[in-house]
């Protein structure tokens, strides 16, 4: 099915570990973006991307890193990995300029 | 940066009810829209507004965008369980293209 996929759905990491979250789109989408969803805090923007080599912080940046080298792939990467990171991830993508956000099912990580 | 102001935090009905949300800005929104996220899911776009005044409607529910453009609200009609989820609206704040602010969310709870 078209749409977005995020692996893995659950991650449960331990602190200090690296891991990176895979998200991919197969909707031609120039516009990529990762969010992360907290109790009572709504969806907060960590990354965006308009297009393959193009890459921008949002609210929430520290402590993640994220490439485009392909127009479908938009991986984010967390470095060391903290408690504070405990959260559910979601990938969403649109084209540029389109509003109708495509999200992913999300990915449920967890840092003991 | 502008923020999107969505409250109560929880609201429950009784199966069969309408409910009204609303949600608030300091700023103007020339894009007004609203998601619903399943549990477990990522949010799907239940409705877009994009002029001032709108009203536009998607099965049972009917959305609407303010004359100020600083609000918009929701309302769902002879609720049904499947109505369960989370309720955000969401806007590109100015000049913002793509980007999107959400606001943080209203869990609905249907009791049968």
């Known amino acids: 099915n078209a749409g977005v996929t995020q692996t893995p759905k659950f991650q449960v990491l331990k602190t200090g570990q690296s891991m990176t979250l895979q998200c991919a789109q197969d909707m031609n989408h120039e516009y990529m973006s990762w969010y992360r969803q907290d109790p009572g805090m709504g969806l907060r923007l960590i990354h965006y991307?308009?297009?393959?080599?193009?890459?921008d912080q949002g609210e929430v940046p520290n402590g993640y890193n994220v490439s485009r080298s392909t127009t479908e792939d938009f991986p984010l990467r967390l470095l060391s990995a903290a408690p504070s990171q405990t959260s559910v991830y979601f990938c969403a993508s649109s084209y540029v300029g389109g509003t109708g956000y495509t999200f992913g099912s999300g990915t449920r990580l967890t840092v003991v | 940066g502008q923020q999107l102001n969505q409250s109560p935090q929880s609201m429950f009905i009784q199966e069969g009810e309408d409910v009204s949300m609303n949600c608030t800005s300091s700023s103007i929104f020339n894009t007004w829209l609203w998601y619903k996220q399943d549990p477990g899911e990522g949010p799907v776009l239940l409705i877009a507004l994009y002029k001032a005044g709108e009203l536009t409607s998607n099965g049972r529910l009917t959305a609407q965008f303010g004359i100020t453009r600083k609000d918009s609200f929701l309302n769902i009609s002879a609720s049904i369980p499947s109505d369960v989820g989370i309720y955000f609206c969401a806007g590109p704040p100015t000049g913002a293209n793509s980007k999107l602010t959400f606001g943080k969310g209203i869990t609905l709870s249907v009791r049968p």
């Open positions: 991307s308009v297009g393959a080599g193009i890459t």
